[in-house]
């Protein structure tokens, strides 16, 4: 059903969404290309990042078309297989985006305090290593989780009053017992979102007490910028995804829980690059080195 209480501003929800999906894939695909393209950008920091902009990439395109397609016509049929396939690849890319943020809160201790040290551990072997375990983690806990939705039976309402196939409108439309997969999906919650949080909560203590025992400012200031960028992003997703599947949904309105859907969905793959590219001394120059050798 999407947003049919605001059907008034469906012209304007469409252009904005569009909008923001282009620049999504236009910003997204830019970072890649620039780590691709850039020497100085070999490094695991990048190399992490970049494997975040394809599963950004991968998250909004998931989401955004065919959230366009109800906005447009205010309310689209989808099969249930489709439905059920949408949230398999949003499940597993939100939960690859917890692990893999966990790994580079992991680069950024390591860099910062045990600077000589880093070299040898992080090594592009055991970054890929580090990237394909987190797939392979995301893939096989929402796969396993996955066929038990698909078990619950389906007889009666077919309305999902959402933009897209999430957890909870589909076991409000279920008419069999939702308890066991309602436990699963709090006891997924442990390892999927509270100890990756929890360990990079714990990484960046490590970094903020590593920070603290430099003695000049400009130190600081310059150790800290190289893992500004992520400490945002980390607010941004967790704040939005634990506000949403940690917080009691009691007393919550619709829209407020699909805007915050938005948020997460669209609008945090949209700001992602930005906020590592503008805030990132490295990419600005290697931007500004295309720029320079396409205009001579």
Not at 88 to 116: H, K, N, Q
């Amino acid at each position: 059903m999407g947003f049919h209480n605001m059907a008034v501003y469906n012209l304007l929800l469409f252009t904005l969404v569009l909008i923001i999906y282009i620049l999504t894939i236009c910003g997204n695909l830019l970072i890649i290309i620039l780590v691709n393209y850039g020497k100085t950008l070999h490094s695991p920091m990048y190399f992490f990042l970049s494997q975040l902009s394809v599963s950004d990439i991968m998250l909004t395109t998931d989401i955004a078309p065919n959230m366009l397609n109800i906005v447009l016509h205010e309310r689209t049929p989808i099969s249930f297989s489709g439905c059920i396939t949408q949230y398999y690849v949003f499940g597993t890319i939100e939960t690859f985006e917890c692990f893999l943020l966990t790994v580079m809160s992991y680069d950024r201790y390591l860099a910062i305090c045990s600077p000589l040290h880093y070299t040898s551990i992080m090594k592009h072997t055991l970054c890929i290593q580090l990237v394909l375990a987190s797939w392979l983690l995301s893939c096989s806990m929402v796969f396993i989780f996955t066929l038990g939705l698909c078990e619950l039976e389906f007889c009666g309402p077919n309305v999902i009053d959402h933009f897209y196939c999430d957890l909870n409108p589909l076991l409000e439309l279920s008419c069999s017992d939702t308890s066991k997969v309602q436990m699963e999906a709090t006891l997924l919650c442990v390892p999927v979102i509270v100890l990756p949080f929890l360990l990079i909560v714990v990484s960046y203590t490590y970094i903020v007490v590593t920070l603290l025992n430099i003695s000049s400012f400009s130190g600081r200031l310059k150790s800290f910028s190289t893992c500004s960028s992520h400490l945002i992003v980390v607010f941004l997703f967790y704040g939005t995804l634990i506000a949403m599947y940690l917080i009691p949904k009691k007393g919550q309105l619709r829209t407020t829980s699909k805007i915050m859907s938005l948020l997460y969905t669209v609008f945090t793959p949209f700001v992602n690059p930005f906020i590592y590219s503008l805030r990132n001394k490295d990419i600005k120059e290697i931007v500004k080195k295309i720029v320079y050798i396409r205009k001579s």
